[in-house]
């Protein structure tokens, strides 16, 4: 499959434990975020998203974290499980003349040990 | 199936030579655009389209071309690859330009030698 990159920060969690992956961002006229998974040999996929009137939202397992005061978001995986290992991207939305942009970032690979 | 194709998946050329990477959405998105991904820089965006004959440039457009003739293709265009393009390519979709959730494709690993 395709990999995204060998120079990734990487995460190593124990099956069952919770995960914690950390995303600076860099505009604070961002007014959305995003977080996607990306899969070896697959393109990115939607995970969770929130505004930025938003303090926390909820997924199923998942849980994205927004402190706009330090420009950080993270996101939270609850009982993290082998089908949770893949790289996940943090993206911010910002509008300009154009309509939005997304931004990515580097992203942060998880490996999931069983 | 709702899906966002590319081809091919794995092109390995010599700089020079024109290339083409396709790609089709079965959606009827408005809004499409190509991204490339190298390692440490995440995903950048090369070109968009907002809609059939309306395209502009992305973060990184220099070296590629793009055209948008019917409402679900948007090809890539390489017209003189040169190393510095090899990277994996990926095509994504979303319903309009406002619309936030974007749908990608299964990249293009492209080597240039």
């Known amino acids: 499959g395709e990999s995204v990159g060998l120079h990734l920060p990487t995460l190593s969690v124990q099956e069952g434990d919770n995960s914690i992956i950390n995303c600076a961002y860099s505009?604070?006229?961002?007014?959305?975020f995003i977080w996607y998974k990306q899969e070896s040999g697959k393109g990115p996929q939607f995970i969770i998203d929130?505004?930025?009137?938003?303090d926390k939202r909820q997924g199923q397992r998942v849980t994205v974290l927004l402190n706009k005061t330090v420009k950080h978001l993270s996101l939270q995986i609850a009982a993290t499980q082998p089908g949770d290992s893949a790289v996940y991207f943090c993206?911010?939305?910002?509008?300009?003349?154009?309509?939005?942009?997304?931004?990515f970032g580097g992203g942060t690979r998880l490996m999931v040990k069983p | 199936e709702a899906q966002v194709t590319q081809n091919p998946r794995y092109l390995i050329t010599v700089t020079g030579k024109k290339l083409t990477v396709t790609c089709s959405q079965n959606?009827?998105?408005?809004?499409m655009s190509w991204y490339r991904q190298d390692p440490g820089l995440g995903l950048r965006q090369i070109y968009y389209?907002?809609?059939?004959?309306?395209?502009d440039k992305g973060d990184v457009p220099e070296g590629y071309k793009v055209s948008r003739k019917e409402k679900r293709n948007f090809p890539l265009i390489l017209e003189s690859p040169s190393p510095n393009q090899t990277s994996l390519y990926f095509c994504?979709?979303?319903?309009?330009?406002?619309?936030?959730?974007?749908?990608f494709g299964p990249g293009t690993r492209l080597t240039v030698t």
């Open positions: 959606m009827n998105h408005e809004y």
């Open positions: 993206a911010e939305n910002t509008n300009n003349n154009a309509g939005n942009m997304l931004t």
């Open positions: 994504a979709s979303s319903f309009d330009r406002s619309s936030y959730e974007q749908y």
């Open positions: 929130i505004r930025s009137n938003m």
């Open positions: 389209s907002m809609n059939v004959e309306v395209t």
């Open positions: 505009n604070s006229a961002s007014d959305y």
